[in-house]
């Protein structure tokens, strides 16, 4: 089956650092790959739509600036966090769909935050 | 943002029941997505359902696409404790999910 990937399953770094999690899609070119924030005992937020050669698409309150997206390749999205903040503190999970498919998402294994 | 209805939030039960948690929305939906997350981990695809009126079973779950494309359900027949999680539904194309619901399983 569809296989995403995402590096690292966990980041602990200090406040004011940058921080870059990888979203791959194994066996698949995905065109489109989501970005989504969980917070504990909470649902899936989604945070951004990551297109393969143009600008992501943000949900509303979600800052660009804030969450940079790459999405130079079919099989590799990228989410920066700069000057991550305490309050950015979360579980960040990616997903991908399959080129061509309408639906459903596959989704990685997810990167917990903690910034101190 | 936007969020589907899903309930029950929480369900603590005996080995051997069975389960059944539903969606609802204001909106309609051309696909339902249904899926599990372990703690930790990225949810899992467990059912998908494409069409009005659409039952799916895949082993002990079976999960239904309401007739106006507005609400889903799933069920789990016959719960073993690795079907501990939180499963959630999803309304795709708008990629909107339900506020989960937490499967505890007493032994």
């Known amino acids: 089956g569809a296989v995403v990937s995402q590096h690292p399953s966990r980041v602990i770094c200090k406040s004011g650092t940058s921080v870059k999690i990888e979203c791959r899609s194994l066996d698949f070119q995905a065109t489109t790959m989501f970005w989504y924030r969980q917070f504990p005992k909470q649902s899936l937020m989604l945070m951004a739509t990551?297109?393969?050669?143009?600008?992501?698409?943000?949900e509303q309150g979600v800052e660009k600036d804030k969450f940079l997206i790459n999405h130079a390749s079919l099989t590799l999205s990228t989410l920066t966090v700069t000057s991550a903040h305490p309050e950015d503190s979360s579980f960040y999970i990616c997903?991908?769909?399959?080129?061509?498919?309408?639906?459903?998402?596959?989704f990685g294994d997810g990167t917990r935050l903690s910034i101190l | 943002g936007q969020q589907l209805n899903q309930s029950p939030q929480s369900m603590f039960i005996q080995e051997g029941e069975d389960v059944s948690m539903n969606c609802t929305s204001s909106?309609?939906?051309?696909?339902w997505l249904w899926y599990k997350q372990d703690p930790g981990e990225g949810p899992v695809l467990l059912i998908a359902l494409y069409k009005a009126g659409e039952l799916t079973s895949n082993g002990r779950l079976t999960a239904q696409f309401g007739i106006t494309r507005k609400d889903s359900f799933l069920n789990i027949s016959a719960s073993i404790p690795s079907d501990v999680g939180i499963y959630f539904c999803?309304?795709?194309?708008?990629?909107?999910f339900g506020q989960g619901t937490r499967l505890t399983i007493n032994p």
């Open positions: 999803m309304g795709a194309q708008k990629l909107v």
């Open positions: 909106s309609i939906f051309n696909t």
């Open positions: 990551s297109n393969e050669g143009s600008k992501a698409t943000y």
């Open positions: 997903s991908a769909r399959p080129q061509g498919e309408v639906q459903p998402q596959h």
